[in-house]
């Protein structure tokens, strides 16, 4: 429980938290919207899979990050950053991003 407290006391954090409440990203999308190094950036996303807070996934050279669903710190992390100005519009960008993303997933003939 200290891991989680500790993991959402970061602003920078909250906003990661934000942007993959959603839709999965690798840790460069992730870094781009950040101006601060990709090895803090980095420091950031291993606290919150410690935490327990996302889950990551190495696809060939990147690895893709996505929040943990149906945790009891998910759950109380989307209220406040939907009524958050910040979070808000980052939760409401994400969300999108995964509904265009399953658009396109549609749109492609079966293989």
């Given at each position: 429980?200290?891991?989680?407290?500790?993991?959402?006391?970061?602003?920078?954090?909250?906003?990661?938290?934000?942007?993959?409440?959603h839709h999965e990203m690798n840790a460069g999308d992730i870094a781009a919207r950040f101006d601060m190094s990709k090895p803090s950036i980095s420091q950031h996303l291993q606290l919150l899979e410690h935490a327990g807070l996302v889950a990551s996934e190495k696809r060939g050279k990147f690895v893709y990050y996505k929040q943990v669903p149906d945790t009891l710190a998910s759950t109380l992390t989307g209220f406040v950053q939907?009524?958050?100005?910040?979070?808000?519009p980052i939760r409401r960008e994400s969300a999108e991003l995964a509904r265009k993303a399953?658009?396109?997933?549609?749109?492609?003939?079966?293989?």
């Open positions: 429980m200290q891991m989680i407290f500790e993991a959402l006391s970061s602003p920078v954090r909250r906003k990661i938290l934000a942007y993959v409440a939907d009524v958050c100005p910040i979070g808000g399953k658009a396109g997933e549609a749109d492609k003939p079966a293989e």
